[in-house]
């Protein structure tokens, strides 16, 4: 393979790896620059948005778990990728506004450490829930046959990566547009930027916040729904990788600023393909590295990159 090509393929891999961060991020960010809530069970928001794609997008065979011992040696509705991302951002947006109004609300004046210990624990018997009823195995989440190999199309088709993760890349940067467009260009929007800055004015205006605020919670969930249905097929699915996620998603968000969409973006590249790059020729290190970026740019901005200094966490 030429130096070019490897490059390039180093390049796509980044990305499509910063995507997933940027997806789970973005969602994460406006949560907590809106609501002020710390929420760790994001992650277990992937979790549930992978297994849910995986269930409708395929049928698969159980080896293990409680699910399995009941008789279910075979599971899923095997309706195809399209219909899964689809139908999976509405399941977890539903989740998600369950969260914020029996998980958030009670706790959203509390703490950051009850809204820690809460959120952790929630994620934690999420995973044991996933564990105990599906295995700690790891499920086969194979990538639809039409988008496995390097699309046919001039140039591209030499470069050694699946359709799939440009696929993964597109559709983050839909989504991205689409939130971007949402918050800073409607009345919605309007109104929760309002909130996060002056909430007591807005209240007195007569607006009510909590309406506006569980829907951007549900939106975020929503986002890590997606996240997990065009990440499972890149990834082995297990009950881990909500928890496994987490971490790079909050770094992502505190090196990015926290509430600004466009440093969740710039958060997730630089991440992606610093880890791309590692991975590529220093693989032991490709976790450090992230780990010190994040620290290299609090060090010289705590605020984050785009972040303001106000909402510095």
Do not use: C
């Not at 040696?73 to 989740?95: E, N, Q």
């Not at 295995?135 to 046919?152: E, I, N």
């Not at 997990?228 to 890149?234: E, H, R, S, T």
Request: glycine share 12%; charged share 10%; aromatic share 10%.
């Amino acid at each position: 393979m030429s130096f070019h090509i490897e490059a390039i393929t180093v390049l796509l891999n980044g990305l499509q790896q910063g995507a997933i961060y940027i997806l789970l991020a973005v969602g994460l960010s406006i949560i907590l620059g809106t609501l002020k809530f710390v929420n760790f069970a994001h992650g277990a928001l992937y979790l549930v948005g992978t297994y849910a794609g995986l269930l409708l997008a395929l049928e698969i065979n159980l080896t293990s778990g409680q699910l399995q011992e009941w008789g279910f040696s075979t599971l899923g509705l095997g309706l195809g990728y399209i219909p899964a991302l689809i139908i999976v951002p509405f399941v977890v947006f539903v989740v998600g506004l369950a969260m914020e109004r029996f998980v958030v609300e009670p706790f959203k004046n509390r703490p950051d450490t009850d809204q820690i210990l809460v959120t952790f624990g929630l994620a934690i018997i999420l995973q044991e829930l996933f564990r105990a009823f599906f295995g700690s195995s790891s499920l086969p989440f194979s990538q639809p046959a039409w988008a496995q190999g390097p699309p046919q199309v001039p140039f591209l088709a030499a470069i050694p990566i699946s359709s799939w993760r440009y696929y993964v890349i597109g559709i983050t940067a839909v989504l991205v547009l689409i939130v971007y467009l949402l918050v800073e260009f409607t009345d919605f929007g309007l109104i929760v930027r309002a909130g996060t800055r002056d909430p007591e004015m807005v209240e007195l205006l007569g607006v009510r916040l909590s309406r506006p605020y569980i829907v951007v919670f549900g939106i975020g969930a929503a986002l890590a729904g997606v996240a997990g249905v065009v990440g499972g097929p890149l990834n082995p699915v297990n009950p881990t990788i909500g928890n496994e996620i987490l971490v790079p998603a909050f770094l992502t968000v505190v090196i990015g600023g926290v509430g600004s969409i466009a440093g969740a973006v710039l958060g997730g590249i630089l991440f992606g393909l610093t880890q791309a790059i590692l991975v590529a020729t220093y693989s032991a290190w490709a976790q450090v590295g992230l780990y010190a970026i994040a620290a290299v740019v609090l060090l010289v901005r705590p605020q984050g990159l785009l972040g303001e200094a106000e909402v510095a966490p």
